[in-house]
């Protein structure tokens, strides 16, 4: 379909007018202030920006905080927010059409994927009777191409005295005989976070409907010097060949407050000895949750099994889930089989303060290796930035982002791309085009394609180069998060998509590139996800996310939107940099919802090259049809 044309433009609400004489004096005002802002760039302008750690506050943490587990609410940061007047269409809207969630009640943390006898299994952290945390078990799902699931019944509960505060996150680790062993961590009694093992009691069923909970539970109890609450989530186990032994690694913190991984090793998943060395410790990083480690490889898109040993093109990914800001981050490095432990290629964007998987609400990710396919692929969790409240009305809460594969980025050498599993797109239906269109400084120019609801958006950006040239001005210490997101007006940005938004732009949720320069004058890229005025409601958390994505010289800036209802799924240059947010509009969902690309820079000329918007069909997610 070739491009189209479109309604005149409208302008970006509530926008200062452009000065030349105020740009001038933002120049001036930069070289006086030099000598400060030195002092501030090692700070604010690292190789790879984080957000800013939610602010102290003084509400009380969840229960969950006090069993030892991740903080799973947003109420602390929603405070004495007066309750907006949710209706129920509002609420039963946010809803998701193709994306994984329960069929009602609590859901968080993904737990055991795997591909198994043409199932995909995916487990997660699951409270059946309330929409809120606790009473948490397992949950399972199954799926043949990882859009369309089954709801099963729920695996295994918290009913024996090691567990009885929760079976938490666990890993599937496949043994040379057929077996399948499922490690996980139980919350005890008494509060104390010890290792578990389950094993599928009929390697014949491919569903892996009934559980058995080894008699030798609890298989591992905190070692000294570590506290019975930082003791948790085993990854899956890799073989090591020389020794005949598997290994596996915990996440835990140490007494100094830094993140550590213990190893321990294991001939027969029956004894298990703990190593004197750690996998890897990044100092201050605090309680590491969630730990992945996997091998990728650096000329190939092809993934790796677990079990892959270092070798010529095999680097291998550190990934720890940090307890301290509910992020997850992730570093490459080496692995070294002799010594046991892991070093990052650099000590810079090290685990805990470098790249992330997602700069957005996405947390307590897990991989797994898809024998089918060859291919590494990802799952995390979302969870809601509204009020418990709201979700006792909906009754759900959470929902698991689309899965995505995982490859090393050849061409920048130095990260990860993340991409929407292929079979997603299996899902797209009617597609609209639009090219070559300008988009006037300070101009919001509406795309007419009807429904605005469920979208998978491809996109492609151009700066004039002239505009380019003319920029000179240093654009020091941006961040994403600290900004007033899409409103915040440079000369080289910020322009890209309005998603979510009403008609005349009340509500509107904006994914946006913000081109800045350094003081040596080299360009630099940030990839933002604006939710500030997403909605007019209050009683929820509202953020600016993003970070730096690296753009080549000769790149164009590309993005892939995946918008469902009340998630946004967001994708800069091929996977470098991804942001995920709940939203929840009051007026712009629906029939109401509305999209528009915008370019708010005060000096950009800006040409979208090319856009591309799929409709999409709703998943199959239902419960298995057993038989009677």
């Known amino acids: 379909m070739g491009g189209r044309d479109l309604e005149s433009s409208t302008p970006l609400l509530h926008h200062e007018p452009y000065s030349p004489r105020k740009t001038i004096t933002t120049i001036l ?140 996150t666990g890993s599937a680790t496949f043994l040379p005989d057929g077996r399948i062993a499922m490690l996980y961590t139980g919350i005890t009694t008494e509060f104390v976070q010890v290792q578990c093992q389950v094993y599928p009691e009929d390697v014949d069923d491919p569903l892996l409907l009934k559980w058995f909970k080894s008699d030798a539970n609890p298989i591992l109890v905190p070692p000294p010097g570590i506290g019975s609450k930082d003791f948790r989530d085993p990854t899956t186990a890799w073989y090591d060949v020389a020794e005949a032994s598997w290994k596996l690694a915990i996440g835990s913190k140490d007494e100094q407050h830094n993140g550590i991984s213990l190893i321990y090793r294991t001939y027969d998943f029956v004894s298990y000895e703990l190593l004197p060395i750690l996998l890897h410790a990044v100092e201050g990083t605090g309680m590491w949750e969630c730990v992945d480690f996997y091998p990728v490889l650096t000329n190939s898109t092809v993934g790796l099994d677990t079990s892959v040993p270092p070798g010529p093109g095999v680097r291998h990914v550190l990934k720890a889930s940090l307890d301290d800001d509910k992020h997850d981050y992730y570093a490459i490095g080496t692995y070294d089989v002799v010594s046991g432990t892991w070093t990052p290629d650099d000590v810079e964007s090290d685990v805990g303060i470098g790249w992330r998987y997602d700069y957005g609400k996405f947390y307590a990710s897990k991989t797994f290796f898809d024998s089918a396919k060859g291919r590494r692929v990802l799952w995390g969790f979302t969870g809601e930035t509204d009020s418990e409240q709201n979700n006792r009305l909906k009754g759900w809460a959470s929902v698991l982002p689309i899965p995505r ?194 370019n708010n820079a005060t000096g950009a000329k800006v040409t979208a090259k090319s856009i591309k918007i799929w409709q999409m069909n709703s998943a199959s997610i239902i419960p298995y049809p057993f038989k009677a």
């Open 29 to 168: 005002s930069c070289i006086t202030a030099v000598a400060l802002l030195l002092s501030l760039v090692t700070l604010l302008n690292t190789k790879h920006e984080a957000d800013h750690r939610p602010p102290d506050v003084a509400f009380p943490m969840s229960r969950g905080v006090f069993e030892g587990v991740s903080e799973k609410s947003t109420a602390s940061l929603i405070g004495s927010a007066a309750r907006f007047p949710w209706t129920d269409a509002m609420l039963q809207w946010q809803r998701t059409g193709f994306h994984f969630q329960t069929e009602k009640n609590w859901m968080s943390d993904p737990d055991g994927p795997m591909f198994y006898k043409g199932w995909y299994h995916i487990f997660y952290q699951h409270n059946p009777d309330s929409a809120v945390w606790g009473n948490i078990t397992w949950g399972h799902a199954v799926s043949r191409d990882l859009i369309h699931w089954f709801h099963l019944p729920i695996a295994f509960f918290p009913d024996q005295w090691y567990d009885a505060r929760g079976p938490l």
């Open 405 to 598: 594969t995982i490859l090393f980025d050849q061409k920048t050498g130095s990260n990860l791309l993340l991409w929407p599993v292929e079979e997603v797109e299996r899902l797209r239906t009617s597609r609209q085009d639009f090219e070559n269109i300008d988009i006037g400084i300070g101009a919001v120019v509406p795309l007419d394609i009807g429904k605005a609801i469920q979208l998978d958006i491809v996109a492609e950006f151009e700066i004039d180069g002239a505009t380019l040239e003319a920029s000179v001005e240093a654009d020091l210490g941006y961040n994403c998060s600290t900004s007033d997101g899409a409103f915040g007006r440079g000369v080289l940005g910020p322009f890209g998509f309005l998603v979510l938004s009403d008609e005349d732009l009340s509500e509107q949720t904006a994914i946006y590139f913000y081109v800045g320069r350094k003081m040596d004058g080299a360009l630099h890229t940030f990839f933002c996800q604006d939710e500030l005025r997403s909605s007019k409601a209050n009683d929820l958390v509202k953020r600016v996310f993003g970070s730096i994505v690296p753009v080549l010289h000769g790149e164009t800036f590309t993005m892939r939107i995946l918008l469902d209802h009340s998630i946004v799924e967001s994708f800069a240059q091929g996977g470098r940099t991804c942001i995920t947010s709940r939203i929840y509009p009051t007026k712009a969902f629906d029939g109401a919802a509305r999209v528009f690309i915008f």
